[in-house]
């Protein structure tokens, strides 16, 4: 089975500063998906970001970057130019594409977003 | 959100009361789960369904029971809640096609008192 850890469960940066969130996985596979999900204090899952493992870029999305290394199974999320929007929780999730497309979350960071 | 909704969004329930949650889609997703969140555990995937009356269970399952008997809709119940049950339940859809991720609900608070 596979398993997603955030080793973070609390994070702050100032605002406009950038700040890195870690995520390592633990897979024996080779071709999966990995995600960031956001939740703000309104609840709602909001999908941040999605890497394809078999890509060898990085995926971007406008103040959102991943460092993804597949060989040592860590997927980090950096967030650049903080604003105080992105305060939530923050969820790195893992998806195999063998199986029923069940995604597998880690534990969570809180990030503060200090103004 | 659009394409997905969960109904209650609250409720507060007596230990040994069966509870039933709805999730209703529009988008016509052949996948479905139902995961649990609770602090220092994330999301914990329950039961998931991958078509009508196809369901299996998740890592967390003991306790509930589901129904898929709709494309759209995907039931989970409690047979007899406990205080352990208390959490914040989300449904979610994916369709296979393209894996883009989950589209969530917007999630039920229940509390078993």
């Known amino acids: 089975a596979q398993t997603v850890t955030q080793s973070q469960p609390e994070m702050s940066v100032q605002e406009a500063e950038t700040v890195t969130l870690s995520c390592t996985y633990d897979t024996s596979e080779s071709d999966y998906y990995l995600f960031w999900y956001k939740q703000p204090p309104s609840r709602q899952m909001i999908l941040v970001i999605r890497q394809e493992a078999y890509k060898q870029q990085n995926a971007t999305e406008n103040r959102f970057s991943v460092n993804f290394q597949k060989a040592a199974k860590s997927f980090s999320l950096k967030i650049s130019d903080s604003q105080l929007g992105d305060a939530a929780m923050y969820f790195c999730a893992f998806r195999s594409n063998f199986g029923n497309e069940k995604l597998t979350f880690g534990t969570g960071t809180r990030l503060t977003i200090i103004p | 959100d659009a394409g997905i909704t969960q109904s209650p969004r609250h409720k507060v329930t007596e230990t040994g009361t069966p509870v039933t949650l709805r999730c209703h889609q529009t988008?016509?997703?052949?996948?479905m789960y139902w995961y649990r969140q609770d602090p220092g555990h994330g999301l914990r995937l329950i039961h998931y369904?991958?078509?009508?009356?196809?369901?299996d269970k998740g890592e967390v399952s003991d306790g509930y029971s589901v129904s898929r008997s709709k494309t759209e809709d995907f039931l989970l119940t409690l047979e007899s809640a406990t205080s352990s049950q208390t959490s914040v339940y989300f449904c979610?859809?994916?369709?296979?096609?393209?894996?883009?991720?989950?589209?969530f609900g917007s999630g039920t608070r229940l509390t078993v008192v």
């Open positions: 979610a859809i994916s369709e296979s096609k393209v894996f883009y991720g989950y589209t």
């Open positions: 369904s991958y078509g009508v009356k196809d369901t």
């Open positions: 988008e016509n997703h052949r996948y």
